[in-house]
């Protein structure tokens, strides 16, 4: 939450324009499997990024947030084939739906807190599987055939698009008042409300700007994947993937779910080509060693440079192993 | 006759059945340093949770400057000039003591400052003010207890209030500290900061009161100036106890 | 009982304590005084096998029990009552001093000793079927000392007892810990205020920078300049 000094800022969005250019050109230059391991890798990072805004800066650790995902790919899916939307309205209206749902769902299940906001949370995105699954509209078990899309490259940008967007949200989180608010909520909420905070609206915003964010990503996603059920969009492992990166990479900081998404996401795909029955293990190893090593997240021990060992050193013996 | 800048009629707050503060009214008039004492339990912490918002009251009311206090939400409070410090102190670990401070300056009376560099200048004068500065860029985790105490009177301080209640700060300070602090909190006060002081350590509410008031089991015992009340035998039983009031005399 | 011999312990690089030597004889009160960061918790935290010295010795009837673990030096009979209490907050006044007794099996003396300890503090059985978060810091304090005797220690060590009480709880303290020692418990007691210190203990020793500056009678140490200046303020 610090403010960093003006020329380390400046090279930082220097770094950042290049790269944004770089990927702008990277579809006409990949093969089409790394094109789609790109767009997954930018889908898993903008829901990484969009958790940490209630996950990382609140505190609010939500374990639904696939609900939100999942409503967005079906307001899309339903709009494009049962009301013969476009694509631009029919995503518009992915974000702004399940932001709205996350503000409603948000002023009961946020008066709670910690592990009671996770299992709500859990409980929100399960039920929403079974609504879609039981509603006619949203074709039921049968699920939605979407309209087939032109061009593979339009999803690499639409996303790429997204992963900007939900970054500078969380850039401006960091520096912004409303920010401030947000990780004085997490560390200490009653300080922060004895303080002047207005903890109940700041919290749904969050929640709510979260939302939007795992909603727009599932409507692209509908529209990318062109054929959506309920166990498609609205699965628990997804929830748990986006968590694990983001604090993996280091919650509550601007790169490091970016950082998770782009390691564990690599990493996992190397694994379920060569080594299988690694694949599967992979989640629980690497909750085991943040919880150990960087419960900060990875961000924490780079950060440190050459003292990354003695930081997770350190680590490692306030968990009193 | 100075302005009551803060009133308390009736005030009552109830656990269940159990009322842990009982019919309370009190005035604080601008200006002044108010000591709250009692026994452990007696439901002074209560008392400042339910003036400043923290529980909502049972019965009676609170008014400030002339508007009622009691009904409003707790973050109304903060941004309408009233803060507080926490018995057990409540430090924002992650961020630094200049960060933990400008939460105070951005969100504090009247909406506070809204954009960060003024905060945080807000910020550097107030850790001045209480001699933290050399600390400012520490995290707050790393504070020992007497510069904790600091911190969190700093953040309450940069909220700009009109009144401030201070809970226990002095707990756990030696008596060199324990001058510092009440050399400080006049200054506060010099400042033209209302402050209500709940103590435990004698020698700070001796030299700090103007009045004080004392709570036994939720309610008023008696109310006065501090030769007075602190020789009022009932105090001295209910409170002070036998070794004060051997020391005193000798 | 409880012997310390030329103790040097620290975190880490960060060495606090230097040279500390004190005795605390059985049945005795003795106590142990100094400012925040004098090294007070340092000293506790060695002896009671949380931190492992860098050098010295602590032994417990003659025992070395240097650098073992902590669960093990509980079960010598050594209890400490923390600073800031430490109770489990949302258990009962009663399962929490009933959890005092942990590891002892004898049922009888059991329910004998909380007899006890109710008669020492009554607010305590008065409040025995409440949640012990929810009661003030001076009943806190009490219910605190009451789990240490529980576990029926042969030495109970005392980490900053007066912490934010009213001075008649204080009063309430030092008789009940002034009854407790007529029974024949050694009490070391750490403190930082002085005066409820030096009233409680027979032998005193003072803490400065890690290093024992002062030690001898009470009686003696209220009477030196030294002291009165830096830590009764007078």
Same mark, same amino acid.
């Given at each position: 939450?610090?403010?960093?000094?003006?020329?380390?800022?400046?090279?930082?969005?220097?770094?950042?324009?290049?790269?944004?250019?770089?990927?702008?050109?990277?579809?006409?230059?990949?093969?089409?499997?790394?094109?789609?391991?790109?767009?997954?890798?930018?889908?898993?990072?903008?829901?990484?990024?969009?958790?940490?805004?209630?996950?990382?800066?609140?505190?609010?650790?939500?374990?639904?947030?696939?609900?939100?995902?999942?409503?967005?790919?079906?307001?899309?899916?339903?709009?494009?084939?049962?009301?013969?939307?476009?694509?631009?309205?029919?995503?518009?209206?992915?974000?702004?739906?399940?932001?709205?749902?996350?503000?409603?769902?948000?002023?009961?299940?946020?008066?709670?807190?910690?592990?009671?906001?996770?299992?709500?949370?859990?409980?929100?995105?399960?039920?929403?599987?079974?609504?879609?699954?039981?509603?006619?509209?949203?074709?039921?078990?049968?699920?939605?055939?979407?309209?087939?899309?032109?061009?593979?490259?339009?999803?690499?940008?639409?996303?790429?698009?997204?992963?900007?967007?939900?970054?500078?949200?969380?850039?401006?989180?960091?520096?912004?008042?409303?920010?401030?608010?947000?990780?004085?909520?997490?560390?200490?909420?009653?300080?922060?409300?004895?303080?002047?905070?207005?903890?109940?609206?700041?919290?749904?915003?969050?929640?709510?700007?979260?939302?939007?964010?795992?909603?727009?990503?599932?409507?692209?996603?509908?529209?990318?994947?062109?054929?959506?059920?309920?166990?498609?969009?609205?699965?628990?492992?997804?929830?748990?993937?986006?968590?694990?990166?983001?604090?993996?990479?280091?919650?509550?900081?601007?790169?490091?779910?970016?950082?998770?998404?782009?390691?564990?996401?690599?990493?996992?795909?190397?694994?379920?080509?060569?080594?299988?029955?690694?694949?599967?293990?992979?989640?629980?190893?690497?909750?085991?060693?943040?919880?150990?090593?960087?419960?900060?997240?990875?961000?924490?021990?780079?950060?440190?440079?050459?003292?990354?060992?003695?930081?997770?050193?350190?680590?490692?013996?306030?968990?009193?192993? | 006759?100075?302005?009551?800048?803060?009133?308390?009629?009736?005030?009552?707050?109830?656990?269940?059945?159990?009322?842990?503060?009982?019919?309370?009214?009190?005035?604080?008039?601008?200006?002044?340093?108010? @000591?709250?004492?009692?026994?452990?339990?007696?439901?002074?912490?209560?008392?400042?949770?339910?003036?400043?918002?923290?529980?909502?009251?049972?019965?009676?009311?609170?008014?400030?400057?002339?508007?009622?206090?009691?009904?409003?939400?707790?973050?109304?409070? *903060?941004?309408? @000039?009233?803060?507080?410090?926490?018995?057990?102190?409540?430090?924002?670990?992650?961020?630094?003591?200049? #960060?933990?401070?400008?939460?105070?300056?951005?969100?504090?009376?009247? *909406?506070?400052?809204?954009?960060?560099?003024?905060?945080?200048?807000?910020?550097?004068?107030?850790?001045?003010?209480?001699?933290?500065?050399?600390?400012?860029?520490?995290?707050?985790?790393?504070?020992?207890?007497? #510069?904790?105490?600091?911190? #969190?009177?700093?953040?309450?301080?940069?909220?700009?209030?009109?009144?401030?209640?201070?809970?226990?700060?002095?707990?756990?300070?030696?008596?060199?500290?324990?001058?510092?602090?009440?050399?400080?909190?006049?200054?506060?006060?010099?400042? *033209?900061?209302?402050?209500?002081?709940?103590?435990?350590?004698?020698?700070?509410?001796?030299?700090?009161?103007?009045?004080?008031?004392?709570?036994?089991?939720?309610?008023?015992?008696? #109310?006065?100036?501090?030769?007075?009340?602190?020789?009022?035998?009932?105090?001295?039983?209910?409170?002070?106890?036998?070794?004060?009031?051997?020391?005193?005399?000798? | 009982?409880?012997?310390?011999?030329?103790?040097? &312990?620290?975190?880490? &690089?960060?060495?606090?304590?230097?040279?500390?030597?004190?005795?605390?004889?059985?049945?005795?009160?003795?106590?142990?005084?100094?400012?925040?960061?004098?090294?007070?918790?340092?000293?506790?935290?060695?002896?009671?096998?949380?931190?492992?010295?860098?050098?010295?010795?602590?032994?417990?009837?003659?025992?070395?029990?240097?650098?073992?673990?902590?669960?093990?030096?509980?079960?010598?009979?050594?209890?400490?009552?923390?600073?800031?209490?430490?109770?489990?907050?949302?258990?009962?006044?009663?399962?929490?001093?009933?959890?005092?007794?942990?590891?002892?099996?004898?049922?009888?003396?059991?329910?004998?000793?909380?007899?006890?300890?109710?008669?020492?503090?009554?607010?305590?059985?008065?409040?025995?079927?409440?949640? &012990?978060?929810?009661?003030?810091?001076?009943?806190?304090?009490?219910?605190?000392?009451?789990?240490?005797?529980?576990?029926?220690?042969?030495?109970?060590?005392?980490?900053?007892? $007066?912490?934010?009480?009213?001075?008649?709880?204080?009063?309430?303290?030092?008789?009940?810990?002034?009854?407790?020692?007529?029974?024949?418990?050694?009490?070391?007691?750490?403190?930082?205020?002085? &005066?409820?210190?030096?009233?409680?203990?027979?032998?005193?020793?003072?803490?400065?920078?890690?290093?024992?500056?002062?030690?001898?009678?009470?009686?003696?140490?209220?009477?030196? $300049?030294?002291?009165?200046?830096?830590?009764?303020?007078?």
């Amino acid at each position: 939450m610090t403010t960093r000094p003006a020329p380390r800022r400046f090279a930082t969005i220097a770094a950042a324009v290049v790269g944004i250019v770089l990927l702008g050109a990277a579809p006409g230059v990949l093969s089409p499997f790394m094109v789609q391991f790109v767009i997954n890798l930018f889908m898993l990072a903008i829901l990484a990024e969009s958790w940490n805004i209630i996950g990382g800066f609140t505190g609010y650790a939500s374990f639904g947030n696939v609900a939100f995902f999942g409503i967005g790919a079906y307001t899309t899916g339903v709009l494009m084939t049962k009301v013969g939307w476009p694509l631009a309205a029919a995503l518009a209206a992915a974000g702004v739906v399940p932001m709205l749902f996350a503000a409603l769902v948000g002023l009961p299940i946020l008066r709670l807190k910690g592990h009671y906001f996770a299992i709500a949370t859990l409980g929100v995105a399960e039920t929403m599987r079974e609504v879609v699954y039981n509603l006619e509209i949203t074709g039921a078990g049968t699920g939605l055939v979407m309209p087939i899309a032109r061009t593979p490259a339009l999803f690499f940008y639409l996303m790429l698009g997204i992963l900007i967007a939900v970054t500078l949200v969380n850039v401006w989180l960091a520096h912004s008042r409303f920010g401030y608010g947000l990780v004085a909520i997490r560390e200490d909420e009653d300080a922060a409300a004895a303080m002047g905070i207005d903890t109940a609206r700041y919290k749904t915003i969050a929640f709510a700007l979260s939302g939007a964010f795992a909603g727009l990503t599932g409507g692209v996603f509908a529209y990318w994947i062109t054929f959506i059920d309920p166990d498609a969009v609205f699965r628990v492992i997804v929830t748990i993937q986006m968590i694990i990166m983001a604090v993996f990479g280091g919650a509550g900081t601007v790169v490091g779910p970016l950082l998770g998404a782009l390691v564990l996401a690599s990493v996992s795909e190397i694994l379920s080509t060569h080594l299988v029955a690694l694949a599967e293990l992979f989640n629980g190893v690497i909750v085991i060693l943040v919880v150990l090593f960087m419960p900060k997240g990875l961000l924490e021990v780079v950060r440190a440079g050459r003292s990354s060992l003695r930081v997770m050193a350190r680590n490692l013996r306030e968990y009193r192993v | 006759m100075s302005v009551a800048i803060l009133s308390a009629r009736g005030v009552t707050k109830k656990f269940g059945g159990l009322a842990a503060v009982a019919d309370v009214t009190f005035d604080l008039h601008e200006g002044e340093i108010l @000591g709250l004492i009692g026994p452990n339990g007696s439901g002074k912490t209560t008392l400042v949770n339910v003036v400043t918002g923290a529980l909502p009251a049972t019965g009676g009311e609170v008014r400030f400057a002339d508007r009622p206090l009691t009904g409003l939400p707790w973050h109304e409070v *903060g941004r309408l @000039g009233v803060s507080r410090t926490f018995q057990v102190v409540k430090p924002f670990r992650n961020l630094s003591v200049v #960060e933990n401070v400008m939460v105070g300056a951005l969100f504090g009376a009247r *909406g506070g400052a809204r954009d960060l560099r003024t905060a945080r200048r807000q910020a550097e004068e107030v850790l001045a003010f209480v001699a933290l500065d050399h600390r400012a860029d520490a995290p707050a985790e790393g504070l020992n207890v007497p #510069e904790r105490k600091r911190m #969190e009177l700093a953040r309450a301080l940069a909220m700009r209030p009109r009144v401030l209640m201070l809970d226990e700060v002095m707990a756990g300070l030696n008596p060199a500290e324990i001058d510092a602090a009440v050399e400080l909190i006049k200054r506060i006060r010099d400042r *033209g900061i209302t402050l209500l002081v709940i103590e435990h350590v004698m020698k700070a509410i001796r030299n700090l009161s103007d009045r004080i008031l004392v709570l036994f089991h939720g309610q008023t015992l008696t #109310e006065g100036a501090p030769g007075d009340v602190l020789n009022d035998e009932r105090v001295v039983a209910a409170y002070l106890g036998r070794r004060y009031a051997e020391a005193a005399r000798a | 009982m409880l012997e310390v011999r030329q103790l040097s &312990a620290g975190y880490g &690089a960060m060495q606090i304590l230097r040279d500390v030597t004190l005795s605390v004889p059985a049945g005795e009160i003795v106590t142990l005084v100094g400012s925040n960061g004098a090294g007070k918790s340092t000293l506790l935290n060695t002896v009671c096998g949380i931190i492992k010295p860098v050098g010295g010795r602590v032994l417990l009837d003659g025992t070395d029990i240097t650098g073992r673990a902590s669960e093990a030096i509980v079960a010598l009979g050594i209890t400490q009552v923390p600073e800031g209490r430490r109770l489990f907050p949302t258990m009962t006044v009663r399962d929490n001093l009933i959890l005092g007794a942990y590891r002892r099996r004898d049922a009888k003396a059991i329910a004998h000793d909380l007899a006890w300890v109710y008669e020492l503090f009554p607010i305590l059985e008065e409040r025995q079927r409440q949640a &012990a978060g929810s009661m003030s810091g001076g009943e806190q304090q009490m219910c605190a000392i009451g789990r240490g005797l529980m576990a029926r220690p042969r030495l109970l060590i005392l980490d900053e007892l $007066s912490l934010g009480l009213a001075p008649i709880m204080l009063d309430t303290l030092v008789d009940a810990l002034t009854k407790v020692h007529h029974e024949g418990m050694t009490i070391f007691l750490v403190e930082q205020d002085v &005066a409820t210190a030096f009233d409680l203990a027979t032998t005193g020793y003072v803490l400065e920078n890690g290093r024992v500056v002062l030690s001898g009678p009470t009686s003696e140490l209220r009477a030196d $300049s030294h002291v009165k200046k830096a830590y009764l303020g007078l």
